[in-house]
């Protein structure tokens, strides 16, 4: 699932390993951009990602980052998001909605695979470029989360989120600051742990990992240290929260969540559910 901290700029359109970390600081165009998007102004955060990317043209952030943004509209479009559909495991797989959007699927799909070449171009000329490691892991769960949770496609989310998680490993072997990255080591663990033991058995045979307590400890890494994943992560705690019966918790990562993006009305609704 789900975005860099990290692609840290040298002189002109280079780009070096060193993640914004270090810093403390993140591309601040692709900051507002990845603000934009949480806060459901999917317009504008095509609009800076597509200035991004005409800046830096051989950025695999830029592409990935919009195709990010497409997922997410139509997540919301499709009231994907809602905490409820995760609380109840019989509530997403038996939901009705409309169809994706062949569009919205064509403008995505450009854009991953945009991502995917330059990151692997990027890769070609340095094995520790470090930026493009993580625009492929990023790649790898928005394929994940398009074919699980609007194509109900489970095979393939899974070897999504897999690939995204090996990536994620070797990205942190190389920088362990690289914090959003503990993302789609948690999304992996904690997801898959929901599954039924003999499924879980299946899944481990598979290579997955269906570890929950570690998945959750890396949620919590990517919401407490993360950057443009962050607020993703908080709100799978908040659900995590809510499936242990942990209302309070859920309460302050959504309110949390509200006061940082009040144009998101999802947050505003599950905090008045939890009310």
């Known amino acids: 699932m789900l975005i860099a901290r990290y692609v840290t700029m040298a002189a002109g359109l ?13 591309p601040p165009a692709l900051e507002q951009g990845y603000h934009h998007m949480y806060n459901l102004e999917f317009d ?12 830096h043209p051989d950025d695999p952030l830029a592409p ?10 139509e997540l ?17 797989s038996g939901m009705q909605r409309p169809a994706a959007d062949p569009r919205v699927k064509l403008a995505f799909e450009r854009e991953v695979a ?27 769960g928005l394929r994940s989360d398009y074919a699980g949770l609007i194509e109900k496609r489970y095979l393939a989310s899974v070897a999504a989120m897999k690939t995204g998680r090996a990536l ?14 503990h993302l789609a080591i948690g999304v992996e663990n904690y997801m898959l742990s929901l599954r039924p033991a003999p499924v879980r058995w299946l899944l481990s045979l598979g290579g997955a990992r269906t570890d929950r307590q570690q998945g959750l400890a890396k949620l919590r890494l990517a919401a407490e240290k993360g ?13 995590a929260a809510l499936r242990d ?3 309070e918790r859920a309460r302050r990562l959504l309110d949390g969540l509200a006061r940082e993006f009040p144009h998101n009305r999802l947050y505003a609704r599950e905090l008045a559910r939890l009310r």
């Open 14 to 26: 280079g780009f070096s390993a060193t993640p914004f970390a270090a810093a403390g600081l993140g």
């Open 44 to 55: 504008e955060a095509h609009r800076v990602f597509k200035a991004w990317e005409q800046l």
């Open 64 to 73: 990935a980052s919009n195709a990010a943004a497409y997922l997410f509209a």
């Open 76 to 92: 919301d479009r499709l009231h994907i998001l809602e905490t409820e559909l995760f609380v109840n495991d019989g509530t997403f």
């Open 114 to 140: 945009r991502a995917g070449e330059l990151a692997d171009a990027a890769l070609a000329r340095s094995s520790q470029a470090t930026h493009a490691l993580f625009a492929k892991v990023l790649v790898a």
């Open 168 to 181: 994620a490993e070797k990205l942190l072997a190389i920088d362990p600051s690289y914090y959003d990255a």
């Open 227 to 239: 950057h443009y994943l962050a607020p993703f992560a908080k709100l799978l705690l908040a659900v």
């Open 245 to 247: 019966k942990d209302a």
